[in-house]
């Protein structure tokens, strides 16, 4: 698999509460060939320097020695047009909802197109929570036993890093029709539509349309709305041009 492919791919671990896990996913991912490793807000701070971590990578510590860790997940997915958020849960809003293999598939267009994707993997006792999913472009589900489709957050991370450089080993010979059709469209990534939707918060609170003591469900409406269609970054520059005229009425 192409070193510059691989690294077109970050795997995002959300809060993690256990420093085993991280140890573990480290592993998985260099013996699949991947090694940006992300930590947002974990449980320890300086997880990955922790003896358990460290005694899990086994042979994979400069993984963990390399790995980012911060308190912002809008760091770890800036400057990626695919955002996906792993998780078996059904969301009333949210970002659509695919499967495993149609996200295999469109990771694949998307990094062969030379764009970045990020993998993000939840808490290991909640899984990805409301305000995570509202920075994904997709809702990803593994298809497991519906009675119990309960995966250990190293576990989930194997399966989708072997899943994933089986696919893109495939595809190293060549690119196929959507990743064509696509290559000149400029998405925007999910931290600037999460921007926008402040923005547009803030204008449809000037005019009176949304109230903030009783806001309902407006905001995740109008979010849900905007992730059924991959906005680009002019679009966005659009968007926020009529949230400006909204607050000059203030």
């Avoid at 909802?97 to 290991?124: C, N, Y």
């Avoid at 000149?184 to 926008?196: E, K, L, N, S, Y």
Wanted: proline share 4%.
């Amino acid at each position: 698999m192409n070193t510059e492919i691989s690294e077109l791919l970050r795997w995002v671990l959300v809060e993690t509460s256990h420093p085993g896990n991280v140890g573990s996913a480290a592993r998985a991912l260099k013996t699949m060939g991947f090694s940006d490793l992300r930590l947002i807000n974990p449980k320890i701070k300086g997880i990955a320097t922790n003896h358990d971590a460290i005694a899990l990578a086994s042979g994979a510590r400069d993984v963990l020695e390399k790995s980012i860790e911060s308190d912002s997940l809008n760091s770890a997915v800036e400057g990626c047009t695919l955002v996906l958020g792993l998780t078996s849960r059904d969301r009333e809003f949210g970002p659509p909802a695919i499967d495993w293999e149609s996200a295999r598939s469109l990771i694949g267009d998307t990094v062969q197109d030379g764009r970045k994707v990020a993998l993000l993997f939840g808490p290991e006792r909640t899984g990805l929570d409301n305000d995570h999913l509202a920075l994904c472009t997709h809702r990803v589900w593994l298809d497991a036993n519906p009675d119990y489709p309960s995966l250990n957050l190293a576990q989930a991370l194997m399966v989708c890093a072997y899943g994933l450089r089986e696919k893109l080993v495939r595809n190293a010979g060549g690119r196929n029709s959507l990743a064509n059709r696509e290559e000149m469209a400029d998405f925007a990534d999910p931290a600037a539509v999460a921007a926008m939707l402040d923005h547009w918060r803030e204008g449809l609170e000037a005019i009176g349309y949304l109230d903030p003591a009783n806001p309902k469900k407006l905001m995740p409406r109008i979010q849900a709305l905007f992730a059924r269609s991959r906005l680009h970054k002019e679009e966005i520059d659009l968007l926020r041009g009529i949230a400006k005229q909204m607050l000059l009425r203030k």
